[in-house]
């Protein structure tokens, strides 16, 4: 059974900095692509970022660009989302999500696993 557990969320200033972490546990993740999503209150869920867990090819929102890295790490089975010059429209829900395919995708319906989420506020 995959585990998906994030943290790391909380309430910063614009222009601040966070980095989420999402604990995966359950299964070998060699053959998976992970993702970030966000959901901010009355819109749809979206997808901010993705990396293959092997190879580490990243893609990210255009939104993001330039300001969130995502990254991975082997021995701790630990994905993260380092969010630098936040602004108040990255106000959300962060989620984690895992697709059993090594190819990351932008739609939701696309991942088989999704962590409970963290929520990010960041003030102006």
């Known amino acids: 059974q995959v585990q998906l557990v994030e943290s790391g969320g909380g309430l910063v200033q614009t222009g601040g900095s966070l980095r989420l972490s999402c604990a995966a546990s359950?299964?070998?993740?060699?053959?998976?692509?992970m993702g970030w999503f966000r959901q901010a209150p009355g819109k749809e869920r979206e997808f901010v970022a993705g990396?293959?867990?092997?190879?580490?090819?990243?893609y990210y929102a255009d939104s993001v660009k330039g300001r969130f890295a995502i990254s991975r790490d082997y021995a701790k089975n630990t994905v993260y989302l380092q969010m630098n010059s936040l602004k108040p429209e990255d106000t959300a829900v962060y989620y984690c999500?895992?697709?059993?395919?090594?190819?990351?995708?932008?739609?939701?319906?696309?991942?088989?696993?999704w962590g409970q989420g963290t929520q990010v506020t960041v003030s102006s």
């Open positions: 999500a895992a697709r059993g395919l090594p190819v990351v995708a932008v739609e939701t319906g696309a991942y088989d696993h």
């Open positions: 359950g299964r070998t993740f060699s053959y998976y692509a």
């Open positions: 990396i293959r867990w092997s190879g580490g090819s990243t």
